[in-house]
């Protein structure tokens, strides 16, 4: 039986159901934070810090945090760390309903919420391989699944949520999400339990991590995934950080139409999420990632140039489109093809990358912003999502993908495969090799979906 016959396991609609109601709970507050912060300042830079203090933590601890999520139990790493953000909601609710709430307040919440993300996010994307047996085909099922869940809460019924709330009380939207991660912890707390991560006596953590970091940093088709997002969230982030801004002051939008603005995005993101395995197949993952790249650069570009609400909803439509494809597309490659044993560092130097750029981002629309004009932020990242198109289209080319599929399935045996992890040249190499996985092994080997065919069309991410 192929892998693309396989159901995916019972524990997966556990993890799911978890993921889509704590998404519901992100776009609720993702609605409303920004809007939130404007009631308290119209400063671009306050607001700056604000989206900022979020993607500290993984600038500050994110190596450090793969290094201890592959020393714990991945499962309950995720549920006690839902548990304390759905405690510390509980502050700054109260403080909005005291009428206290401030943004240097808002900016601590933020960065202490960022650091339970990184935590749960890499334990996630760790636990996820081991649940699914390390199937390549269940994996991008799987995240397909999951992303277009993740989009439809937080960004259908979660934004306009966040709004209406925001109406009712500036304390509801934080207790709308706080709720979230409480139910979420609960739902992970009863997923089946998968293999410890194996211990790797008498190393220091600052080394195992650097192991981690290393391995991403040696191989091109690993720098090239990570390189792409963390590129794409420093223009991101100056487009996010303005667009509450720009869609009141240029486009004349109200807080309900925002939340529908942002609704548009998802829209987009929960269609290329579906259509992400299409166009693996019909493209080669390689291409499809460079082609969405460039789907989001041209895009935030037309949003650039917006006059009215319809065209810029058009935009982040397409704009989400392909972030929706990227984001099932990506992660399902390097979760196929990263070490069991690494899986957490890996993930977690990927993010970083990814979370270290984004307080630039932040900050420069910002900058931007106050410098030129509300619009100047929008140019200047879709100048810099078109030029990361053009700069790593080679280190996820095709030929690369392909390569890794085939280093992935090597045969523990085979000494001048180029998937021994213990070769001097390879990029894996460490002190304590991995035993090679007979599930994963076969599970690679044996499927037909589109992270193994043969070909140019067959070729193949909170």
Known sequence: MTSNARKLPTGF?????AQTISSLGDGVSHAALPLLALTLTRDPMALAVVTAAGTLP?????????????????????????????????????????????????????FLLGLGGLFFDTAATAYLPDLLGRDPALLERANSRLRGAQTAASGFAGPPAGSALLALGRAFPLLADAVSFALSALLVRSLPATPRPVPQARELLLRQARAGASYVFRDQLLLGLAL???????????????????????????????????????????????????????LGIGTALTCTAAVEGLAVLGLATASNPYVAGLALAVCGAGMGATM??????????VPAHLMGRVASTSRMLAMCAAPFGAFLGGWLATAHDVRTPLYAAAGLLLTMTAVTSTMTSN????????AAAAPADDPDHPGRSDRPDHPGRSDHPEPQDPV???????????????????????
């Open 13 to 17: 609609g556990r993890l799911w159901t």
């Open 58 to 110: 993984w600038l500050l601890f994110g190596v450090l945090g793969g290094a201890l999520v592959d020393r714990w139990d991945r499962r309950r790493t995720m549920w006690v760390t839902d548990a304390a953000r759905a405690a510390l909601l509980a502050i700054p609710a109260a403080a909005a309903a005291l009428d206290v709430l401030s943004i240097p307040l808002l900016a601590a919440v933020a």
């Open 228 to 282: 792409r997002p963390a590129v794409g969230n420093i223009a991101f982030l100056a487009v996010e950080t303005v667009l509450a801004l720009f869609a009141h002051d240029r486009l004349g939008i109200g807080t309900f139409g925002f939340g529908l603005l942002l609704t548009a995005e998802a829209t987009g993101g929960l269609l290329g999420a579906a259509i992400a395995s299409f166009l693996g197949r019909r």
């Open 328 to 337: 099932v597309l990506g992660p399902s490659l390097r979760q196929a093809i």
């Open 399 to 406: 030929r690369r993908v392909e390569a890794a599929l085939r």
């Open 440 to 462: 994963r092994r076969s599970a690679v080997q044996g499927s037909e979906g589109p992270l193994t065919g043969a070909g140019p069309g067959a070729a193949k991410k909170r």
